[in-house]
């Protein structure tokens, strides 16, 4: 079956403009994650999705990112104002329980974000 | 911040020999997975091992858990050129999931 998908796979932006990415997850799994990869921040979590459950947004940096899922399935992440201290690779991952069970987390290719 | 420590940050060897990749951690764990990263890309799971579990082996893959030391090592054994990528191990806390990530290992094989 497919494996978790993102797009864009690039995303060139100027500094202040608005970005959206995408993830969508195997079907099937009910959790669903980002994090973004920088140099100098290494692999950080950003908001974990369960089910129908509040969403751990304990990892977002600032309000300028928000993520939401609709259905249960596809995920947008949105980072307003973009600053080029944003600018990282963007990973989603999903899982089938997540919980305090723990979960093999299946990623996707990710989304590298450069802002000018 | 990062939970885990990954020692060493760089390990360069030739095809056939054996690689050995620490890591340690901070605070209880539920599980510990490891990862492979090629080209900075999307992560690919390797191996997971639960906190009751001490020893566990997938392939040419021996990861080991001590969580008295609070530490883990994956072994590759035999390595393949194809083996070159980061190496990142990854702790799942009593915190609903999310991954907690070590700063990586760059394994070079040289053929």
């Known amino acids: 079956g497919a494996g978790v998908s993102q797009s864009p796979s690039n995303k060139v932006t100027e500094k202040g403009k608005d970005v959206e990415l995408r993830c969508d997850p195997i079907?099937?799994?009910?959790?669903l994650y980002w994090y973004r990869q920088s140099l100098g921040q290494g692999l950080e979590f950003l908001i974990y999705?369960?089910?129908?459950?509040?969403?751990?947004k304990s990892g977002l940096p600032s309000d300028r990112f928000s993520a939401e899922r609709t259905g249960g399935s596809v995920s947008t992440l949105t980072i307003q104002r973009t600053q080029q201290e944003d600018s990282a690779v963007y990973l989603c991952?999903?899982?089938?329980?997540?919980?305090?069970?723990?979960?093999?987390?299946?990623f996707g290719p990710g989304t590298r974000l450069t802002v000018l | 911040s990062q939970q885990g420590e990954e020692d060493p940050q760089a390990l360069s060897i030739q095809e056939g020999e054996n690689a050995t990749m620490n890591c340690s951690y901070k605070t209880s764990i539920n599980n510990l997975q490891w990862y492979r990263q090629n080209s900075g890309r999307g992560l690919v799971h390797l191996i997971l091992?639960?906190?009751?579990?001490r020893e566990k082996h997938s392939g040419r893959l021996r990861v080991t858990l001590d969580t008295s030391k609070k530490s883990s090592s994956l072994l590759i054994t035999a390595s393949r050129a194809a083996d070159t990528a980061s190496y990142f191990c990854?702790?799942?806390?009593?915190?609903?999931?999310?991954?907690?990530f070590g700063q990586g290992t760059e394994l070079s094989v040289k053929p």
């Open positions: 079907s099937g799994h009910t959790a």
């Open positions: 091992i639960r906190s009751n579990e």
């Open positions: 991952a999903s899982g089938l329980a997540g919980g305090s069970t723990g979960d093999t987390q299946y």
């Open positions: 990854a702790t799942d806390g009593y915190q609903g999931g999310k991954l907690i």
């Open positions: 999705f369960q089910g129908n459950s509040a969403p751990d």
